[in-house]
């Protein structure tokens, strides 16, 4: 059982490179999310899909761009990476109502 | 003021012990909510839902006060493997669903 798949898992950048975060959901859930994790600050929504073909902007967008490529994956891109981006990047789905979000792994990113 | 709060804790607590977290949700318009937990270094894992009713699973209780806008989580008899962070989620459902999560509460449970 896969769940949610995220790739890659450690990801080290140099200030200024790009990069795309990877996630893909083998559920047939509707919504996605991309979430990042710094000490002491939660789990703030970066960008959220609730179907293929919608993205919308969370707490914290400013430098990061997302892709609904189909149903099953939503990529998260850094354009021109930042050290204030280094952090460990959740992506997560659910399916329409009240129901449970299933996390992938985590994506350990750390910009220098 | 954000939208969910938590007392971060660390809550040290002894093994054995009860232990209560309360989280409050300033949307008064929040629909559903949840407990995950966090192992270290972990994604978060759902611990349970939080019904109107309240619910009990095992040693968990989780409460919600709609009046007063916050939930509780209640564990009995804690287990060393209860240490974790212990994060409040809501959501607000109006056609796009998006979870809010508060920024966590650190329990240790001591020997």
């Known amino acids: 059982n896969a769940g949610v798949t995220q790739t890659p898992k450690f990801q080290v950048l140099k200030t200024g490179q790009s990069m795309t975060l990877q996630c893909a959901q083998d559920?047939?859930?509707?919504?996605m999310y991309w979430y990042r994790q710094d000490p002491g600050m939660g789990l703030r929504l970066i960008y959220y899909s609730a179907s293929e073909g919608t993205t919308d902007k969370g707490e914290v967008p400013n430098g990061y761009n997302v892709s609904r490529l189909n149903k099953r994956e939503f990529s998260l891109r850094l354009e021109s990476a930042a050290p204030s981006q280094t952090s460990v990047y959740f992506c997560?789905?659910?399916?329409?109502?009240?129901?449970?979000?299933?996390f992938g792994q985590g994506t350990r990113l750390t910009v220098v | 003021r954000k939208e969910v709060e938590q007392d971060p804790g660390p809550f040290n607590v002894p093994e054995g012990a009860t232990v209560a977290f309360n989280c409050t949700y300033s949307?008064?318009?929040?629909?559903?909510f949840f407990w995950y937990r966090q192992d270290c270094r972990k994604e978060p894992k759902l611990l349970m839902s939080v019904y109107s009713s309240g619910n009990e699973d095992g040693r968990f209780t989780a409460q919600l006060n709609r009046a007063s806008q916050y939930i509780s989580l209640l564990i009995r008899d804690s287990k060393l493997s209860d240490s974790a962070t212990y994060l409040c989620v809501v959501t607000y459902n109006f056609g796009n669903e998006k979870l809010t999560f508060g920024t966590g509460t650190r329990l240790t449970i001591i020997p």
């Open positions: 559920m047939n859930h509707n919504s």
């Open positions: 949307n008064s318009a929040s629909q559903s």
């Open positions: 997560a789905s659910s399916a329409p109502g009240w129901t449970e979000a299933f």
